[in-house]
């Protein structure tokens, strides 16, 4: 991925809210199936964690699980990107 591209995605990612939440239990399987489920649908989004020991290294982990590329980490909020590859071309955002 380009850095042009990750330029444009952060941008589309101001306007949209966090859609998964990880809580004091840290990144469980049910954590992962819903980045997975919204990742799916979405492509683009956005994690909130809440008090983690580690952000770095939880934001690492929640892109290498589900195979999201990590485009920035702000605060407490994990950006993310994974292609729907079923989605026809001219719709997809890259």
Known sequence: MTGRQRRELR???QRIEPS???G???VTDGVLRALDEAL???ELVKVRMRQPADKKAMAATLGSATGATLLGL?????LL???N???PEPERPL
């Open 24 to 26: 004091d239990a840290g």
């Open 11 to 13: 941008g589309r990612a």
């Open 81 to 83: 990107y994974r292609a």
């Open 20 to 22: 998964v939440f990880v």
């Open 85 to 87: 590859l079923e989605t």
């Open 74 to 78: 702000v605060g407490h909020t994990v």
């Open 40 to 42: 799916r649908s979405h």
